[in-house]
T-cell receptor, first 115, second 113 residues
Framework: GESVGLHLPTLSVQEGDNSIINCAYSNSASDYFIWYKQESGKGPQFIIDIRSNMDKRQGQRVTVLLNKTVKHLSLQIAATQPGDSAVYFCAENRGRGSTLGRLYFGRGTQLTVWP | DSGVTQTPKHLITATGQRVTLRCSPRSGDLSVYWYQQSLDQGLQFLIQYYNGEERAKGNILERFSAQQFPDLHSELNLSSLELGDSALYFC????????????FGSGTQLSVL
């Protein structure tokens, strides 16, 4: 399954399928990107990050792809499990001066995994 | 468990009142960040402290203030509370001044009645 985080806030997939969550970021000066997972009643949990000098980074069952040309970020989850059900946020850091520590979050995509 | 501790988990108060939210960062982290999460605004950055000093300011209202103490814990003070201040308030911490991953606490759910 695939969704655009800003326009389709929900994504439903079958257990075992791969999931793709997309995010369009706004600022061409952004040079650091993070994906967070937020389960109900909990704080955002770090999943994976990528810097602008890379276009792909892999973690355990997750891959982040960065396309700077079109300012697009995606999170791929392999073999999606029920425990992956959560809201997924992309966040960008513009890394300049007084905004160095500030993350700008997208609106989030609700991923639901069906058994 | 992220290692970031926030108290209290829930807070119910009335309009016009003042509350204090507390955050203890992960051991070794020097930066503390405060974020507000509401249904209509998403996750909004409020303020960042680094090693006791204010480092960056976001969409923080004048009725809100924060500080970071010598032991690096932080408090967020919200005063003259309005109904619209009801939200989840998250604290996060990081090792340096920014441009790095943040670790979030489990949040304080504030309800203003």
């Amino acid at each position: 399954g695939e969704s655009v985080g800003l326009h389709l806030p929900t994504l439903s997939v079958q257990e075992g399928d791969n999931s793709i969550i997309n995010c369009a970021y706004s600022n061409s000066a952004s040079d650091y990107f993070i994906w967070y997972k937020q389960e109900s009643g909990k704080g955002p949990q770090f999943i994976i990050d990528i810097r602008s000098n890379m276009d792909k980074r892999q973690g355990q069952r997750v891959t982040v792809l960065l396309n700077k040309t079109v300012k697009h970020l995606s999170l791929q989850i392999a073999a999606t499990q029920p425990g992956d059900s959560a809201v997924y946020f992309c966040a960008e850091n513009r890394g300049r001066g007084s905004t160095l520590g500030r993350l700008y979050f997208g609106r989030g995509t609700q991923l639901t995994v069906w058994p | 468990d992220s290692g970031v501790t926030q108290t209290p988990k829930h807070l119910i108060t009335a309009t016009g009142q003042r509350v204090t939210l507390r955050c203890s960062p992960r051991s070794g982290d020097l930066s503390v960040y405060w974020y507000q999460q509401s249904l209509d605004q998403g996750l909004q950055f409020l303020i960042q402290y680094y090693n006791g000093e204010e480092r960056a300011k976001g969409n923080i209202l004048e009725r809100f203030s924060a500080q970071q103490f010598p032991d690096l814990h932080s408090e967020l003070n919200l005063s003259s509370l309005e109904l619209g201040d009801s939200a989840l308030y998250f604290c996060a911490s990081s090792v340096g001044q920014g441009d790095e991953k943040l670790f979030f606490g489990s949040g304080t759910q504030l309800s203003v009645l």
